[in-house]
Antibody, heavy 117, light 112 residues
Framework: EVHLVESGGGLIQPGGSLRLSCAAS????????MSWVRQAPGKGLEWVSV???????YYADSVKGRFTISRDNSKNTLFLQMNSLRAEDTAVYYC???????????WGQGTTVTVSS | QSALTQPPSASGSPGESVTISCTGT?????????VSWYQQHPGKAPKVMIY???KRPSGVPDRFSGSKSGNTASLTVSGLQAEDEADYYC????????????FGTGTKVTVL
């Protein structure tokens, strides 16, 4: 069974940094498009970043230059390094796998990031 | 790239049908057959219900169907059941110079 488990969320002050992890089981992270999607409290879904199977990475304009997506193939784990955090980055962060038709077919349970002083 | 437009709410009685629209432009919904729909219950992760406009993943009831006409995609839930009450989001590919997934504004479906 395929599974994603996020961790690393928490309360952080504005300007701080946080690293989210997403451990995968039942499939190989490096052979799939893997994304981070976030959802601010009471708001809709917002795509944040993707790493393609070939290694290329892309970011939403709202996080470009501040967030970095990466993966550790040996640990079958996806990461999101978040720097220069702002109040508007407060959200539940989900990692998700692309199923091949540009749909996100496997999602983690989410990890909450709160940016506040 | 703006979010795709969905009605904030929709409702129906058990057994009835409800259709949710998702309006974009010729650069996203109208330009590609990569529209997907997600169901999200409160406090839970989204779940894909439809992909590539009208395909259903394994395990999704055939009460859920998708279609597209021009720049508008639609999700129809037939034979509404209590467990269908949730938020629904559409998503579309919008080309290589845009976010990989552009989501809709979301629709709250209420089963009366």
């Amino acid at each position: 069974e395929v599974h994603l488990v996020e961790s690393g969320g928490g309360l952080i002050q504005p300007g701080g940094s946080l690293r989210l992890s997403c451990a995968a089981s039942g499939f190989t992270v490096s052979t799939n498009y893997m994304s981070w999607v976030r959802q601010a409290p009471g708001k809709g879904l917002e795509w944040v970043s993707v790493v393609y199977s070939g290694g290329n990475t892309y970011y939403a304009d709202s996080v470009k230059g501040r967030f970095t997506i990466s993966r550790d193939n040996s640990k079958n784990t996806l990461f999101l390094q978040m720097n220069s955090l702002r109040a508007e980055d407060t959200a539940v962060y989900y990692c998700a796998r692309d199923g091949g038709g540009l749909e996100l077919d496997v999602w983690g349970q989410g990890t909450t990031v709160t940016v506040s002083s | 790239q703006s979010a795709l437009t969905q009605p904030p709410s929709a409702s129906g009685s058990p057994g009835e049908s409800v259709t949710i629209s998702c309006t974009g432009t010729s650069s996203d919904v109208g330009g590609y057959d990569y529209v997907s729909w997600y169901q999200q219950h409160p406090g839970k992760a989204p779940k894909v219900m439809i992909y590539e406009v009208s395909k259903r993943p394994s395990g999704v009831p055939d009460r859920f169907s998708g279609s597209k006409s021009g720049n508008t995609a639609s999700l129809t839930v037939s034979g509404l059941q209590a467990e269908d009450e949730a938020d629904y989001y559409c998503s579309s590919y919008a080309g290589s110079n845009n976010p990989l997934y552009v989501f809709g504004t979301g629709t709250k479906v209420t089963v009366l």
